[in-house]
């Protein structure tokens, strides 16, 4: 009986996973509310998932991924990618390069939403569809998580089954000697040949067009601190990493159009200029001018801890279409600036405040830090992508890598479990104010946490009903007589159909037990089995709903349902028939 309940219950969740009308992380307490109901989790364990290794585990790796973005080691990274040619080769195997490394150590999703502007804005400068960068950088990530034990959580669930079945769990980098070479083969496939097996969509039936982030306009004011006072525009003009274009001057409440380039820059000064978002922040912090939008938070600095700034899209439905910054008072009805509007393809002459929104224009928006995304979606605008421009934000990257080698040294030499040397350092990056306190809350992927939670006693649950026996004594049995590399692989791609359609931590939390039951069925090394659960759980690549990563680059990517298999199964045939032979030559049975 406990077994029908068991199995009734994964359908219904795989059912519900889906079809996505439900969130997963609520299709997963709803399965753990079944068997604890049912008693086939004793009540007093329904809730021991969230204690586990692998919840703490992720849950810290998410705070150290937000301290490698403040530190602003990404920030460099990013810059030094924008000086790529415009080889669409060269673009997309150095961004995938970024992405797939930053994965390894942090989350995907956080490696790929910091990338995914860099991406955009490379696409548009070098006259490439964003659809050559977006699934490549996306499917690199997933790649990326491949190579260690907090790469992805799925390799940090199995890591933690071993742990429960042998008391020795797998190290960090136990997962590199077959991560690597899938990441290298991978990236050298996407890069000469899988960007050409995508899409390239241009015209208002692309969603692509929406995400033209080269062209904003903003208005800076000269203030007493500013370098560029008493220099002329032709100075401006002249200086090094500066690529503004200024389109006017308002003095005394004078508007100039189209400035001399003699014109000299006095106190107050009003300059309205045009530049992509990476440019803005680089002329502020050099030249020491004040956005316009930031001056009306009186007590809080921009680039204060409390203030942040985002970029977002209009859509249709949104409050904002049709109405200007001025008429609808932004910042005390939203309790937000608008700094700067970006149109695509045309050029805007109004004043910042008084310029009709219109659906598709980017907003460079600026407010408190704990509410700006919920008002973002309450104004019926979508988040590009949560960078923020951190003017002035003072870097830590020294600081942050120490934290966080000191946490791989203490896990590589044995000193501390993962999860406790890597929640100290989440610990140290918050106390080192690199990340702030309200942040270690909002960064953190709650969602995950739940659907973990949840779904590990589900997982027991599984092995309790006898539920895992039975499956595994199915397949025994259908593979009765033919050789173990085969079971392996039959093993991999139920796995990665598994994780096309539902999340990759859940996947894994359902075939662990089902393979460890396989591996003493067969009586060899439950090794080479976990690896492949790991490796086929990481690999979501048909579908765009199977991980967040091909979910955050389906919009602006302007790709379609059907578009993911015809890189992604190219893809995971490949992995298929690398990751077989090498994980039977690293991990013998």
Request: hydrophobic share 50%; net charge positive; aromatic share 6%.
């Amino acid at each position: 009986m406990d077994q029908v309940i068991v199995f009734a219950t994964l359908g219904a969740a795989l059912v519900l996973f889906v079809w996505g009308k439900i969130r997963y992380d609520f299709v997963a307490l709803i399965a753990l509310f079944i068997v604890t109901i049912f008693r086939i989790i004793p009540t007093e364990e329904a809730f021991s998932g969230f204690g586990h290794p692998a919840v703490i585990t992720v849950a810290a790796v998410m705070v150290i991924s937000k301290g490698l973005q403040n530190s602003g080691l990404i920030d460099l990274i990013g810059r030094w990618t924008m000086k790529l040619g415009k080889s669409i080769i060269l673009q997309v195997f150095a961004l995938s390069i970024v992405v797939a490394v930053a994965s390894a150590f942090m989350n995907n999703v956080g490696a790929l939403a910091i990338m995914m502007p860099v991406a955009i804005h490379l696409a548009r400068k070098s006259g490439n569809p964003p659809s050559y960068l977006l699934m490549p950088i996306a499917f690199a990530s997933l790649l990326g998580g491949m190579m260690t034990m907090i790469g992805t959580p799925p390799n940090i669930i199995i890591a933690t089954f071993r742990q429960d079945v042998t008391g020795t769990p797998f190290r960090l980098f136990d997962f590199t000697p077959v991560g690597l070479p899938l990441v290298v083969s991978g990236i050298v496939i996407i890069s000469l040949l899988g960007w050409r097996l995508l899409p390239k969509r241009k015209g208002q039936d692309s969603q692509e067009d929406s995400f033209h982030i080269d062209d904003y306009i903003t208005e800076v004011r000269v203030t007493k601190e500013s370098k560029i006072r008493g220099k002329t525009i032709a100075d401006i003009h002249d200086m090094k990493d500066i690529e503004i274009t200024i389109l006017g001057l308002i003095r005394r409440k004078q508007r100039i159009h189209a400035p001399d380039n003699s014109e000299v820059l006095k106190l107050n000064d009003i300059i309205i200029l045009e530049a992509d978002s990476d440019s803005i922040r680089t002329f502020v912090d050099i030249s020491g001018v004040k956005l316009m939008g930031g001056k009306q938070f009186r007590k809080d600095a921009l680039g204060s801890k409390d203030i942040a700034i985002r970029e977002a899209i209009v859509m249709n439905d949104s409050k904002l279409a049709g109405k200007t910054a001025a008429s609808l008072n932004m910042r005390s009805k939203y309790g937000i600036n608008l700094l700067a509007v970006a149109r695509n393809n045309k050029r805007l002459r109004n004043r910042l405040d008084h310029i009709k929104f219109r659906p598709g224009d980017v907003l460079l928006l600026q407010g408190r830090n704990h509410n700006l995304s919920d008002t973002i979606n309450n104004i019926g605008c979508l988040p590009l992508a949560e960078r923020g421009l951190r003017i002035g934000y003072q870097k830590k990257i020294p600081l942050t890598l120490g934290i966080f080698g000191l946490g791989i040294l203490a896990v590589v030499t044995g000193i501390l479990p993962v999860q406790i040397a890597f929640t100290l350092a989440a610990l140290l990056i918050v106390l080192t104010k690199v990340v702030s306190f309200r942040e270690v809350y909002d960064d953190i992927d709650w969602s995950i946490i739940i659907l973990l939670g949840a779904m590990i006693p589900v997982g027991i649950a599984l092995q309790l009903s006898g539920g895992a026996d039975l499956i595994a004594d199915q397949i025994l049995l259908i593979s009765s007589g033919l050789p173990i590399w085969f079971v392996l692989t039959l093993l991999m791609i139920v796995t990665m159909l598994l994780s096309d359609i539902i999340n990759n931590a859940a996947t894994a939390v359902l075939m662990a037990p089902i393979a460890i039951n396989i591996a003493q069925g067969f009586n060899v090394s439950l090794d080479p089995f976990l690896m492949v659960i790991a490796v086929g759980a990481s690999s979501a690549f048909l579908t765009p709903i199977g991980h967040q990563s091909n979910t955050l680059v389906m919009g602006p990517g302007g790709y379609k349902f059907s578009d993911y298999w015809k890189l992604g199964l190219p893809l995971e045939i490949l992995i298929v028939i690398i990751s077989i032979p090498l994980i039977l030559n690293i991990w013998p049975l």
